[in-house]
């Protein structure tokens, strides 16, 4: 199953007192799902990944633009079939589970809400495949350890049959100790499932090397895309540069961020606006950047948005 993405936009309604605006939350983003690979989404907070997620997963309805599952000879799927394919892994595993029901209850309801049996024996299966013990079912969320509660989460998603996940900084919860755990998990069912993974993440190091492709968003839009070596080990657009320079590196105390650009203060608030909406903190920016600026590519199957890199400009 392979969901494209096309065109997305998400609005929100702002109010205050009499004065009514509009936030563009995600603006105009386009991508594909594809059985097999993963494809990651990172930014600071604020850029729009979660609510991606959300619109994707169904949870929101999107303003504009497409969401299109098909199958593997490329007939669309029926949306009242939609959710059978594409479940939501959630950021917090402690509150995206019922403390009050038992993990045997967790898994069995989105069983019987798909239409599939739902015995003891399909649970244990399912504890199974995320490497824990069938004996775990009895128990409730609060009696388990962090990365427990995140398998069982990734369980649940596993069980109407999934074949596109929607990983929500699946790990950011859990200690340091046990996220690598966690994300070979994500791997190994990718292989064994032929999943189709979209991994949002702060962390450019687990975006490099668990991800094949890689989108870098800043306020809901897409700057750079591309293979994941590419984007993360040879930036393009300052926004990934200064991304990627953030990252912490003992050797480089005292000098320079690498990307070579240094940038101060919040970006404003804008709505709507139909230039680059990183030129207010770009130390390379220039009035051209007032303008909108289509992708370029900067490499293969790597692309930016940014004029640095139009002839002429």
């Known amino acids: 199953m392979t969901v494209e993405v096309t065109g997305l936009v998400k609005d929100y309604p702002i109010r205050s007192g009499f004065r009514r605006a509009t936030l563009r939350a995600v603006d105009d983003v386009s991508f594909t799902l594809t059985p097999g690979r993963t494809l990651a989404l990172v930014g600071e907070s604020g850029s729009g990944k979660s609510t991606i997620a959300k ?10 633009g497409g969401i299109t599952l098909t199958d ?8 009242r079939r939609y959710r059978d394919h594409v479940q939501m892994v959630f950021q917090d595993p402690f509150a995206s589970l019922n403390p009050f029901h038992t993990v045997e209850h967790h898994l069995t309801r989105p069983l019987r809400l798909h239409g599939h049996r739902a015995t003891r024996e399909d649970v244990e299966r399912l504890l199974a495949k995320v490497n824990l013990p069938g004996a775990l079912a009895d128990r409730r969320p609060h009696e388990l350890s962090g990365g427990q509660r995140q398998r ?24 340091v100790s046990i996220r690598l755990g966690v994300l070979r998990l994500l791997s190994r069912l990718q292989r064994e499932e032929d999943l189709a993974i979209l991994y949002i993440t702060h962390d450019l190091a687990t975006a490099r090397h668990f991800s094949d492709d890689i989108l870098v968003l800043y306020r809901g839009r897409v700057v750079e895309r591309g293979p994941a070596d590419e984007v993360i080990l040879r930036p393009k657009h300052p926004y990934t540069r200064l991304l990627a320079a953030a990252a912490p590196d003992p050797d ?7 990307s070579g650009l240094e940038v101060t203060g919040n970006p404003p608030v804008r709505l709507d606006d139909p230039g680059c909406t990183f030129r207010d903190r770009c130390p390379l920016a220039t009035p051209v950047c007032t303008q909108p600026v289509a992708d370029h590519r900067v490499g293969s199957g790597h692309h930016a948005k940014c004029w640095l890199y139009v002839d002429g400009a």
């Open 252 to 258: 480089a105390r005292g000098r320079a961020p690498a």
């Open 55 to 64: 619109v994707i997963a169904r949870l929101e309805a999107p303003t504009a």
């Open 72 to 79: 593997p000879d490329g007939a669309r799927v029926p949306d």
């Open 152 to 175: 069982v989460a990734i369980a649940r998603a596993l069980a109407p049959g999934a074949t596109t996940v929607v990983a929500d900084e699946p790990v950011s919860m859990l200690d």
